[in-house]
């Protein structure tokens, strides 16, 4: 693994728990808290409720995860990334230039199509200072049209990525956002 950011995965996070608990020692966390809205191009915050209403005819709609960091220790906020990982899984089916979208892996594959599992709200995120002077991290979750409302619990938490491994340098913290 070269730790490019395609690279990481849940697995790569997983394991920065795993070094955290195992084999360091991390003295002093990094505080920070999520919510929901955007930041529009002049790094100025947003916040809005944790929902993403979708209309008749909407049948996609997005909202921002946002990782405000209140206080970085003695870390460099340079180095530390926010991993974004939630609970629910959509599968992409795909083939040629075709592709849809499925509840579950049972109905993709009975299109015939090839199937992947996608863990909707996850990624990764470096650090930058937004214009309110908070460090901040963000994470783009995508909610899709369906016949009922659904809820996504999106967890959260900083990494440092000065050594070899990534560090887990805070807690674990979640938002759940609904989709109607």
């Not at 209403?53 to 926010?82: C, F, K, N």
Request: aromatic share 10%; net charge negative.
């Amino acid at each position: 693994m070269c730790g490019c950011a395609h690279e990481l995965d849940d697995t790569y996070w997983e394991q920065g728990v795993d070094v955290a608990a195992d084999r360091l020692h991390v003295t002093k966390l990094v505080n920070f808290s999520l919510q929901t809205g955007f930041i529009d191009s002049n790094g100025q915050i947003h916040p809005e409720l944790p929902y993403v209403e979708l209309e008749d005819h909407r049948m996609h709609g997005w909202i921002q995860i946002i990782a405000s960091v209140h206080e970085t220790q003695d870390y460099d906020p340079a180095l530390l990334r926010v991993h974004f990982t939630s609970d629910y899984v959509e599968w992409v089916g795909s083939y040629g230039g075709e592709v849809a979208v499925f509840d579950t892996e049972e109905e993709c594959h009975q299109t015939g199509l090839y199937c992947e599992p996608v863990k909707v709200g996850t990624g990764t995120s470096g650090v930058f200072e937004s214009r309110d002077n908070m460090q901040v991290g963000v994470q783009i979750m995508n909610c899709r049209k369906r016949a009922k409302p659904y809820e996504v619990t999106v967890s959260s938490g900083v990494y440092d990525i000065s050594n070899w491994d990534a560090i887990l340098v805070s807690d674990i913290r979640e938002i759940s956002i609904e989709c109607r």
